[in-house]
């Protein structure tokens, strides 16, 4: 295993590790690199959001009000929808109860 010297750090890893560094509680959390997803594990979860989106517009709601519905923040709703980010099973279950729907309907094949 190759550890990265100081050196080789970039700016946001070498501010991760000082706030590791200078934080006593340990409650600070840095992102830790892992293996990019397969393609089909891409391509699911692109579908996962583009469900999300077409009920949220069949719901005719914008993603400012889902947000509000579902406690949901826009960002998170906006990076679901793209397939940019892993959606939680918490935020599936806030955002199909906000829409009316079984949670189901946006894992669905």
């Given at each position: 295993?190759?550890?990265?010297?100081?050196?080789?750090l970039?700016?946001?890893?070498?501010?991760?590790?000082r706030?590791?560094t200078n934080?006593?509680?340990?409650?600070s959390?840095?992102?830790?690199?892992?293996?990019?997803?397969?393609?089909?594990?891409?391509e699911k979860?692109?579908?996962?959001?583009?469900?999300?989106r077409?009920e949220?517009e069949?719901a005719n709601?914008?993603?400012?009000?889902l947000e509000?519905l579902?406690?949901?923040k826009r960002?998170?709703?906006q990076?679901?929808e793209s397939?940019?980010?892993?959606?939680?099973i918490?935020?599936l279950?806030?955002i199909?109860?906000?829409l009316?729907i079984?949670?189901?309907?946006?894992?669905?094949e």
């Amino acid at each position: 295993m190759h550890y990265a010297t100081p050196a080789e750090l970039s700016r946001s890893q070498k501010a991760c590790l000082r706030r590791l560094t200078n934080d006593l509680v340990g409650r600070s959390v840095c992102p830790v690199p892992r293996e990019p997803d397969p393609e089909w594990v891409t391509e699911k979860r692109r579908a996962i959001g583009a469900r999300v989106r077409a009920e949220r517009e069949y719901a005719n709601l914008t993603q400012e009000r889902l947000e509000e519905l579902a406690g949901v923040k826009r960002l998170t709703i906006q990076n679901i929808e793209s397939g940019s980010t892993d959606a939680r099973i918490s935020w599936l279950l806030r955002i199909s109860r906000a829409l009316g729907i079984p949670a189901s309907n946006l894992l669905a094949e």
